[in-house]
């Protein structure tokens, strides 16, 4: 049970290149969440998922996309990475809305 | 808006001192709360929740937290901290009106041996 996984673990960018990350649960959870984490500012939601096929914005949604075709796996995409976007990405999934949110082990993306 | 506040950005303590981290959320209603722990270099994990009942929650490795809905509470302690316990620690809330779980900015214990 690996619970969820993320890949790449690190990456860094050129400004304007492109790029995804992968996400992935074995836990059947409905939801599943991008984060990003930021010094001093804790965790902030990008972007979510309520079941395959469907996504929403979170609370700095821009410059990034979001594809959950598969109910295990959440994709975020960069389409012209920006310094701004230099941070630890974080996912996450959890059964239901309220409860337990379980996380990933985070990318940490450089953006030059 | 909605909001959770950390009230200590940074803590240091000696072995076998006594912990609070304090931990604030601005909205009323039903509302979930959790104190989440990131130990250097790996993910977060949770450490403990309040749902309903018992005010006092027990979670992992020793912690514990008091919801007080008076004052929009919910404190992080624990009675002795050990050198293990360095690594930095979340309080998110998760209110029905808002629909999605919000982090405070999270607080760094160092525990020197």
């Known amino acids: 049970n690996a619970g969820v996984t993320q890949t790449p673990k690190f990456r860094v960018l050129k400004t304007g290149q492109s790029m995804t990350l992968l996400c992935a649960q074995d836990?059947?959870?409905?939801?599943m969440y991008w984060y990003r984490q930021d010094p001093g500012m804790g965790l902030r939601l990008i972007h979510y998922s309520v079941g395959e096929g469907t996504t929403a914005k979170g609370e700095v949604p821009d410059g990034y996309n979001v594809s959950r075709l598969k109910k295990q796996n959440f994709l975020l995409g960069l389409e012209s990475a920006a310094p701004s976007q230099t941070s630890v990405y974080f996912c996450?999934?959890?059964?239901?809305?309220?409860?337990?949110?379980?996380f990933g082990p985070g990318t940490r993306l450089t953006v030059l | 808006a909605q909001s959770v506040s950390q009230h200590n950005h940074h803590v240091i303590l000696s072995e076998a001192a006594s912990l609070e981290l304090g931990c604030n959320y601005s909205y009323g209603g039903t509302v979930n709360l959790f104190w989440y722990v990131q130990y250097p270099g790996q993910h977060l994990q949770l450490l403990l929740k309040?749902?309903?009942?018992?005010?006092l929650v027990k979670g992992i490795k020793g912690f514990e937290a008091e919801f007080i809905k008076s004052k929009f509470s919910f404190n992080l302690r624990k009675p002795s901290v050990q050198w293990s316990d360095t690594a930095e620690y979340f309080c998110a809330a998760f209110s029905g009106g808002y629909n999605k779980l919000i982090f405070g900015a999270g607080t760094r214990l160092a525990v020197h041996p």
């Open positions: 996450a999934s959890s059964a239901t809305q309220r409860d337990t949110q379980y």
């Open positions: 309040y749902f309903s009942g018992d005010p």
């Open positions: 836990m059947n959870h409905e939801y």
